[in-house]
């Protein structure tokens, strides 16, 4: 199907009657339970109602709202609760893009920690394997590019989420000392970040799951457009 173009910058890539996969524009939170606030559940629902649809969306996963990338939503309960066991035994991919901002150790590897969320501050942090309420989280990172004219360093990464922890990638790579350029929650805590923003560098960029009813594999891909990105020749041999 052609691609659609929604308001508040929403792109559909695909829907059926069963599911729908959207580009969720940074800025916008998955679900907020914030009164007045829009979000892409809300605005799903208002699209569906719009075309004289039952304005069922089922929330099956989410992203950040800094982070702009993919997202599957069900279009009825049946097709909610299949996707949703998908994500629970793992059957799901995930890739990101990121940038990462300082020396990476290595041009690839794998990141496990222990993380712990902190609900009331909205955040997570490394902490020991038996620290109570402690999860494990693991990702796997490859190096795309590295642009050393600017400073501190900055890396194009590609990452593929092992596990789904709260701010699990932006917590992981902030620990390894190499933290999301534009990141004000984990990231540098300079004037330059502030006077000079230009998006988070994280995109989901690439969703892999089955369909709930066809049983067919379904791959989308995205290409990040936040500006912090446009710097890398990585997407101009892509184009």
Do not use: W
């Amino acid at each position: 199907m052609a691609e659609k173009r929604l308001d508040h910058g929403i792109r559909i890539l695909y829907e059926d009657k069963d599911l729908l996969v959207c580009v969720k524009p940074a800025g916008i939170a998955a679900q907020t339970k914030k009164c007045g606030e829009q979000d892409m559940v809300s605005l799903l629902r208002n699209y569906r109602y719009a075309n004289r649809e039952e304005p069922y969306i089922g929330l099956v996963h989410r992203l950040d709202q800094p982070v702009e990338g993919i997202l599957v939503f069900g279009k009825h309960a049946g097709s909610t609760a299949a996707l949703n066991r998908q994500l629970t035994q793992g059957s799901f991919s995930k890739v990101y893009l990121a940038v990462a901002e300082g020396t990476m150790p290595a041009a690839e590897g794998k990141l496990v920690d222990f993380l712990k969320k902190d609900g009331r501050a909205n955040c997570s942090a490394v902490v020991g394997r038996d620290e109570p309420g402690a999860k494990k989280a693991e990702l796997l990172y490859q190096v795309l590019e590295t642009d050393a004219g600017i400073q501190p360093v900055r890396n194009l990464v590609k990452i593929q989420l092992l596990t789904g922890r709260h701010h699990q990638i932006r917590v992981q790579m902030a620990h390894l000392g190499t933290p999301l350029a534009g990141d004000c929650k984990y990231g540098r805590q300079d004037k330059t970040a502030v006077q000079h923003p230009s998006g988070l560098g994280l995109c989901a960029c690439e969703l892999v799951f089955v369909h709930p009813v066809f049983q067919k594999n379904m791959k989308f891909e995205t290409a990040p457009s936040q500006k912090v990105f446009q710097t890398f020749a990585y997407f101009a041999k892509t184009r």
